[in-house]
């Protein structure tokens, strides 16, 4: 099975339904919760090229994720990141999150780029990324992202702390510490020119 993995634009919007529903399903597989998104939030970020979506070579909707920028730009989060049902189990995870990291690099060169997770297979694919755990003090202090926790149901628990922490992991990527650096696992993250894009495919 062919999946293309491409920077969404004006045409995939038809998925903005889907997309959305996909998302709360898996927050709240998970246990977690996150703010829901809209159909109208998620085709705002395709039109202004801060989104990858996976499709079968049938067009059939395979997977997502999205650039939210906060503190004046300085931090990225690649958020939203899910796979359809019927296509896990296949390695796209990986593949939209090294797509999703890679514009990221192209869009915001000079951003640091972070993560909170609980989730193991999350963590995994960051550390192969380059990111490295980090107190959330490291991470951004823009109190609209934290709003983004308040639908968790561990969020009395990271406001007990003043944000400081909680259940999830932090994890960050500074650019400053991978100048130059070589990662053989994902040579395509490596040497973008700006405005090319790229596909990542799954055979």
């Known amino acids: ?3 293309d993995v491409v920077v969404a634009d004006a045409s995939h919007a038809v998925y903005a339904d ?3 529903e996909e998302i709360f399903l ?3 597989e998970r246990g977690t919760g996150i703010a829901r998104r809209t159909p109208e939030y998620i085709i705002e970020k395709m039109l202004a090229g801060k989104a990858v979506i996976a499709l079968s070579e049938d067009g059939r909707f395979a997977g997502f994720s999205y650039i939210e920028t906060w503190g004046g730009k300085e931090y990225v989060a690649n958020s939203g990141l899910i796979v359809a049902h019927a296509f896990r189990g296949l390695g796209l995870a990986m593949k939209i999150k090294s ?3 890679q514009l990221s690099r192209e869009r915001y ?4 780029i972070f993560s909170i997770t609980t989730g193991a297979a999350v963590m995994k694919m960051n550390y192969e990324l380059g ?3 980090v107190t959330f003090a490291a991470l951004t202090d823009d109190p609209e992202f934290w709003k983004g926790c308040q639908g968790c149901r561990n969020y009395g628990i990271l406001e007990s702390n003043d944000y400081r922490m909680c259940l999830c992991t932090g994890l ?3 650019p400053q510490e991978h100048i130059e650096v070589l990662n053989p696992a994902h040579p395509e993250l490596l ?4 405005g090319e894009q790229r596909s990542s495919r799954i055979q």
Do not use: G
Not at 109 to 112: I, L, M, R
Not at 191 to 194: A, E
């Open 131 to 133: 990111f490295r755990p």
């Open 18 to 20: 889907e997309i959305c």
């Open 191 to 194: 040497n973008i020119k700006d």
């Open 172 to 174: 960050l990527y500074d």
């Open 1 to 3: 099975m062919q999946i």
């Open 99 to 101: 797509r999703i990291f």
């Open 109 to 112: 060169p000079n951003a640091k």
């Open 26 to 28: 898996s927050a709240r």
